[in-house]
């Protein structure tokens, strides 16, 4: 068996990562941090505690590719907080991660089961791999072995992780496996986002975008405006982007643009995401693309956020809203179905501009708040009917998103800045009054 050292591969992940590392996206997320933290008269030992993550871990993962050699991929678990209680974050699959990455996901997990008010810290995981170059097999392989190099630091009451980009229900059930094997025990709430079969929630797969659009009625209906017949355009068409995209279309929004990373559609008349979803399961290569959907024009990724539309949802990856393009986008509402796809220089730009954007840690909670439900579920043995999980699903999002809205009209801020303080408040509440270890 020949381990393969392949440079230039390497080079080129290294290059992904030094770019992040330039960017910063977690210096970036600080930003938002300290936004809201100035609102808020913190304690400078807190805020100083607040800003450091409480553990990083890199790992090295050997595995066996189905030719017989042997590849080795970098992987990473980032636990952020866990003064509200066992960490909680999923595992990204994509040639972009990075510390840095991971990082700032966690950090932004910490906040967003602090603002719907979960008893959860933040925690992320990735490894810097291209899933769509991978087989079933290579990634059970490669799964197994990420998980079983973290088995210390996760369980039910350490941190829970869950699906993210390029990692679905599949995955979950991989780690569980793997955990339950080596535990010699049934571990059901190691992981949430699991198939049905095996400890899953009902609604869990459909949560995200069910609460991104809970998050657009809730703030159409603030701001005295209606769905139907709004024109809409969703940037990602995975597990986050195609749901919102038809439940928004159920609702009667008219969804005029649609993208992945191969392609972006658009179609004034609207498309027929019905048909854009049975395209993506009809499609048999690995890039499980919209390219080829019939029935719309072809446009670039980049166009498709400045076309004319009242909503967008970008639900692909962070920084896609930047000073570049921000004064070109054209919606009043933005919905950030993805974690932290508006720089804070774009942020600025459209919030002066007069757009409401309803920040990733509160429009993207609702995948989280269902995994919290499927965790109180493993550890009951007991499970829910599907309308109970989205009725409890839609209270928690509403009780809320209603905090943060009335946070941000008292104080004259946006949402974001709102958001950030109802959940770094209630961080500290926990964190002061179980003292601080030091
Ligand atoms: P996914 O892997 O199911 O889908 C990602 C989509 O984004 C795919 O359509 C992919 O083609 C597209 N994409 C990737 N790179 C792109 C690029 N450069 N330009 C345009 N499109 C691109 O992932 P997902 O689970 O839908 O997650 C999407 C986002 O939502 C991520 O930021 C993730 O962290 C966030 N999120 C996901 C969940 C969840 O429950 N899945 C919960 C909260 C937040």
């Known amino acids: 068996m020949a381990i393969i050292t ?10 992904i990562s030094q770019q992040a590392e330039e960017a910063s996206v977690f210096g970036e997320a600080i930003n938002y941090f300290d936004a809201a933290a100035a609102s808020l008269d913190l304690n400078p030992n807190v805020t100083r505690i607040l800003k450091h993550p409480s553990r990083q871990v890199i790992i090295s993962i050997p595995f066996q590719l189905d030719n017989g050699d042997l590849e080795v991929f970098t992987g990473y678990r980032v636990q952020y907080s866990f003064a509200r209680g066992p960490a909680k974050g999923g595992v990204r699959y994509h040639p972009g991660v990075s510390l840095d990455e991971v990082t700032a996901l966690a950090f932004w997990m910490t906040w967003k089961c602090a603002v719907v ?26 799964t197994r072995r990420y998980a079983a190099e973290i088995i210390e630091i996760i ?12 990692t679905n229900p599949q995955t979950m059930a991989w780690i569980m496996d793997t955990v339950s094997m080596h535990h010699r025990a049934h571990t059901p709430g ?15 797969v459909e949560a995200t975008g069910r609460g991104v659009t809970i998050a657009i009625e809730a703030a159409l209906e603030k701001m005295g405006k209606s769905l139907a017949g709004a024109t809409v355009v969703v940037q990602g068409f995975g597990n986050v982007g195609s749901i919102t995209a038809k439940l928004l279309a159920e609702r009667g929004a008219k969804i005029v643009g649609i993208g992945d990373q191969f ?15 049975a395209h993506l399961s009809a499609t048999t290569n690995k890039r499980r693309s919209l390219e080829g959907l019939a029935g719309s024009e072809q446009t670039t990724n980049s166009d498709l956020l400045e076309l004319p539309c009242d909503i967008l949802v970008p639900a692909a990856l962070e920084d896609q809203l930047t000073q570049d393009n921000a004064a070109n986008i054209k919606a009043y509402l933005i919905a950030e179905g993805a974690n932290g796809p508006t720089t804070p220089a774009a942020d600025r730009m459209l919030t002066e501009g007069g757009v409401t954007i309803i920040p990733d840690i509160l429009a993207n909670a609702g995948g989280v708040t ?25 209270d928690v ?26 959940a770094i408040r209630r961080v500290i509440d ?5 003292g601080i270890y030091a």
């Open 190 to 204: 190691v992981v949430t986002g699991k198939p049905l079969c095996i400890g899953g929630s009902r609604g869990r």
């Open 397 to 422: 999002l509403r009780e809320n998103f209603d905090a943060v809205w009335e946070t941000a009209r008292s104080h004259k801020t946006s949402l974001r800045t709102a958001a950030y303080m109802v």
């Open 6 to 15: 392949r440079a230039r591969k390497a080079r080129k992940a290294t290059a």
């Open 370 to 394: 269902v995994s919290y439900f499927e965790w109180a579920q493993d550890r009951m043995g007991y499970y829910w009917r599907e309308s109970e999980v989205n009725d409890k699903l839609r």
């Open 263 to 277: 392609t972006g559609l658009s179609n004034k008349g609207g498309i027929d995401i019905t048909a854009a979803i």
């Open 155 to 166: 369980g039910p009451d350490k941190d829970v992780p869950a699906p993210d980009v390029g």
């Open 117 to 142: 008010d979960l008893p959860f810290g933040g925690a992320k995981g990735g490894v810097t791999c291209d899933p769509t170059k991978l087989s079933v097999n290579e990634l059970e392989r490669l």
């Open 430 to 434: 926990s964190l002061t009054t179980r």
